[in-house]
Structure formats: structure tokens, C-alpha cells
């Protein structure tokens, strides 16, 4: 015998309460407050009978894109993100803030997929989702088709946050990089180490360093030969290895990422180099391990938690614009000083 399914009906009259306090309950409905002990009992209820939500019930008694304004897609750059202790922090942020503000991440996908018509349909639709973020895709566009489709996900979805990228006439929310190094460089520049090296990714932060040294009066005509692309532990470690294979010593190597760091930190290490004594190691993301490798490295904190919950938040507020209305919200950074440097 098939099993009943049990509604908000049962639920009410088992609690003791009226179904409209139910669905209060259930669907976090703005502008109504619920004493907590009858929000305890109506949710102790509904563990007992397991109720579950019925989907197409919902859509039909508040409409598909009604039913879908506090649902929001996430579009990752690709796999690698899930690895990287700084996209990690991103998506803690995301979800606690869609939890804290009643709504629900209904996907987390990766760009390359959307490039298949059916699932771009069936998931990048007002019917389906009311809000949609997007994390570093622009990492990976390889042509026009690319930017097109972000286009076409702008058609469909009026509320998109780019994080830790910008689109135009799409809302952003980041943090300035060129600022951050500059920041990390000027720590090493007022610590009077001007011999410099630029290790990580090779983008606006490479300039934010050459406005340090700039702005010391200090010739960056060695700098740019010492700049080297890295973006993880891995290539950190190569690129340090090739600056010392060459011969060349910097004072000190500013990294684009806490991560490239670690690999710049541990080839130091295998050399028995002295960090800071040696070679200052400075770099930007703070990340949790970093106060607690050996030495505990010098940062500037990038407020990765605080960037998702932004995002979220500009779904929720509807300050998520487009075009003439797209807002671009940068986050501060601050330096953390610890003994690398």
C-alpha cells in the first residue's frame, strides 16, 4: 500500500496550530514572527511525521517564479575550485548566508557543463532559480562563445553576482588586487628589503607591486625580470626553484596567494633558507593554516567568507542590478603581519 503523504494539514493539527503558522515556519516568511516554542513544536512535529515539502504543490499555490525567487545557482570556474582552500572559504560564506536569509543553493555546477542546451534550459530559467552567482568563470574563457554564454545567463536571470571577477553589466563583488600587493610590497619595502620578487598569478597584482617600488623611488627594472606565474603550492615551488637555479637571490618574494606561498616557503625550507633572515616571504589571502605554519606567513587578508555573504546578500536585497543598475562592491583588505617577514 503506497504511504500517505503527509502535509502542512497534518502537521498543523498534530501541533496544535493553524496551517498558516506551519508554512510560516517552513517558508521563513518575511514580516511574521513565530513564538519559539511554537516553532520548536511545529518543527519537532515535523521530524516525527516526516513531512517533506511537496515541490510541485508549492509551485502551483505561489507560481513557478515566485516558487523559485529564494532558490540561487552557483557556477564554479571548474573542479579544481573544490580543492582550493580560498574558493572553500567563498562557498562558506555562500551558504551561510543563504541559510541565514532563508534561501536555498539549489545547484553548484561548473561553467564548462551550461554549454549543453538541455541543462542550460532545464537550470538557467526565472521558473528555476531567482539569483545566480558566479564564481571566477572568467578564469576559463577560451573565446567569444564563452562570453556569449554569460550573456545568455544574463538574459534569463536578473539577479547575477560575478565573485571574484567582473562582467559588465553584471553586479560584482571582489577585493582589489593591485591594492593588495602594493600593500604586501610596501611591508616589505618599509622592512628595507627592495630587492623584490613577484611570484603568482600574473594579473593586476604583478602592477600593484611596481606602484610600491614606484612610489619608494625605487628602480623596477629587476623586478620585472624576477615576476614569475604561479597559482598554487605546485607552481609556487617551481617558480621560486627557477629564480634560485638562475642564480638570482631577491630579499624578498611577494606571492599572489597564500597558496603559492606554501610552495615558495617549503623549497626555502629544503634549502635551508632562512625565512625571514634570508628571504621574507609576504602574501595575500590569509588563509586559516597560514597563522600556523612554521614560520607563520605574513598576509594580507582578503575577506573570502565575507565576499560570498556579500553576494548573497545583493540577491536577497535586489541590489543585484544589471547594466546602468549593476553595482561593483569591492571588499577592503588589511595586512596581517606575521614572522615570515
Known amino acids: 500500500m503506497e504511504k500517505k503523504q503527509i502535509t502542512q494539514n497534518d502537521v498543523a493539527r498534530e501541533a496544535g496550530v493553524t496551517r498558516s503558522m506551519v508554512s510560516y515556519v517552513i517558508n521563513g516568511t518575511?514580516?511574521?514572527?513565530?513564538?519559539?516554542?511554537?516553532?520548536?513544536?511545529?518543527?519537532?512535529?515535523?521530524?516525527?511525521?516526516?513531512?517533506?515539502?511537496n515541490k510541485a504543490a508549492q509551485a502551483l499555490q505561489q507560481g513557478d517564479v515566485a516558487f523559485a525567487s529564494k532558490r540561487i545557482g552557483v557556477i564554479l570556474r571548474d573542479s579544481d575550485l573544490f580543492r582550493r582552500p580560498y574558493y572553500a572559504e567563498i562557498l562558506a560564506g555562500i551558504h551561510t548566508a543563504?541559510?541565514?536569509?532563508?534561501?536555498?543553493?539549489?545547484?553548484?555546477?561548473?561553467?564548462?557543463?551550461?554549454?549543453?542546451?538541455?541543462?542550460?534550459?532545464?537550470?538557467i530559467h526565472e521558473e528555476e532559480i531567482g539569483g545566480l552567482i558566479l564564481i571566477?568563470?572568467?578564469?576559463?574563457?577560451?573565446?567569444?562563445e564563452d562570453i556569449e554564454l554569460v550573456r545568455r545567463m544574463k538574459e534569463r536571470i536578473k539577479k547575477i553576482v560575478c565573485l571574484d571577477w567582473k562582467f559588465e553589466g553584471l553586479s560584482s563583488v571582489s577585493f582589489d588586487r593591485q591594492l593588495a600587493a602594493k600593500k604586501a610590497a610596501l611591508h616589505a619595502i618599509n622592512k628595507g628589503f627592495t630587492n623584490i620578487a613577484y611570484v603568482g598569478e600574473v594579473d593586476e597584482r604583478v602592477k600593484g607591486v611596481e606602484d610600491a617600488l614606484m612610489e619608494k623611488n625605487i628602480s623596477i627594472?629587476?623586478?620585472r625580470t624576477?615576476?614569475?606565474?604561479?597559482?598554487?603550492?605546485?607552481?609556487?615551488?617551481?617558480?621560486?626553484?627557477?629564480?634560485?637555479?638562475?642564480?638570482?637571490v631577491p630579499r624578498a618574494?611577494?606571492?599572489?596567494?597564500?597558496?603559492v606561498a606554501y610552495g615558495v616557503l617549503c623549497h626555502l625550507n629544503e634549502l635551508n633558507i632562512l625565512v625571514p633572515e634570508q628571504v621574507a616571504v609576504i602574501s595575500i589571502d590569509d588563509l586559516e593554516t597560514s597563522s600556523y605554519i612554521t614560520p607563520p606567513l605574513t598576509t594580507v587578508n582578503v575577506h573570502k567568507q565575507g565576499m560570498g555573504q556579500k553576494a548573497v546578500e545583493m540577491i536577497v536585497n535586489g541590489t543585484a542590478g544589471q547594466d546602468d543598475k549593476a553595482q561593483q562592491i569591492e571588499l577592503p583588505t588589511e595586512l596581517v603581519e606575521r614572522s615570515s617577514s
Do not use: W
Open 221 to 223: 627594472t629587476e623586478y
Open 30 to 53: 518575511e514580516g511574521r514572527s513565530v513564538a519559539p516554542e511554537t516553532r520548536q513544536r511545529i518543527l519537532d512535529v515535523i521530524e516525527r511525521l516526516g513531512y517533506r515539502p
Open 253 to 259: 618574494v611577494v606571492c599572489g596567494s597564500d597558496e
Open 98 to 123: 543563504a541559510y541565514l536569509h532563508n534561501y536555498k543553493i539549489v545547484f553548484i555546477r561548473f561553467f564548462e557543463e551550461f554549454k549543453d542546451p538541455v541543462l542550460f534550459n532545464e537550470l
Open 226 to 248: 624576477l615576476v614569475f606565474g604561479a597559482y598554487d603550492m605546485a607552481s609556487g615551488y617551481e617558480a621560486i626553484k627557477k629564480i634560485r637555479d638562475g642564480g638570482r
Open 136 to 144: 571566477a568563470t572568467d578564469q576559463c574563457f577560451k573565446g567569444t
